[in-house]
């Protein structure tokens, strides 16, 4: 299984944000990365992370994901009480000012809206105490990562952003109700780590002989099928214009080849029959390959004896 492993790597990848009782304050060269409640004049703590050149495809599945902070202090405050959320665009510009950081982490923190930020998050709660010099793994975020990957705009070696806080101001008041991270410019080797586990699909050929999902994406593709394919079920539910071997032997699609089958002479041209479709009685007329009458609401095409067919709807 493919990982990746990433750090922040400059002074404008991490920030520190949070409410000094009167206003927000904003920072991006400062020796903290923190969240949680300290005091009245340093509460709602948090900030932000970047990560660049995150090498995974767009649509991959991730399958595990957490953040690492390396505890600059002792900190031991209870109780704590933090969530992590993804900036919600394709690549994920780098920390530059209050403004804009207001703008990307949403209303919570003054910003005018919601729009970039993603609808999945993670609370990282109840936290034991930390010791300083050890490194701390959050809660898992596959699904913070997974919703960013999934962005149509997204492509590998794109940077993504995620934020910890305590901006809903869920930490308990009790004196130093925070844990307490190096920031890049604290300690640059030590700075906010991201790891990520994921899978890539591929696609099956109809030569592989799994169960089930192989017929499912042939048909998707529109490849043709044959008797080599060892799939079932899923071949019950083939897409327009897909090919089908008339030696398909697979489960449920036997039964609808069948149906169509039953109004044809072996191998060549077609009866007056009826087959019945969705409840539906339709008329299939045809006096020989790929006509019939004006009434037609299918076309069925056997181009050779013994061959393939296709089902046009």
Known sequence: MPTLDLQVAAST???????????????????WQQAGWYSSTAAKLGGGMRFQN?????????????????????CNGTVVRTR??????????????????????????GGANDNYITSAYVDWDGMAAWSAGVSYNSADISAVIQEIVNRAGWASGNALVLFWDDFNDRSDHNTDCRRIGRPYDGDAANAPKLHIEYTIATAKTSTDTGSGADAYVSLEMGEAKTSSDAGSGVEGTPVPSASLAGSETGSSIDAIIARLLASFDTGYGIEVGSVEVGGLLKELFATELGWGSDSLTAKIEMPTKGGGMKLWT
């Open 54 to 74: 995150v090498t995974i495809p767009q649509g991959a599945t991730i399958t595990a994901a957490y953040i690492t902070i390396y505890c600059y202090t002792p």
């Open 13 to 31: 990848g991490d920030c520190g944000f949070w409410w000094n009782g009167s206003a927000w304050q904003f920072a991006t060269n400062y020796d």
């Open 84 to 109: 992590i959320i993804g900036d919600d665009e394709d690549n994920a510009a780098a920390f530059s000012t209050l403004a804009d950081f207001q703008a990307r982490r949403g209303i919570i923190v």
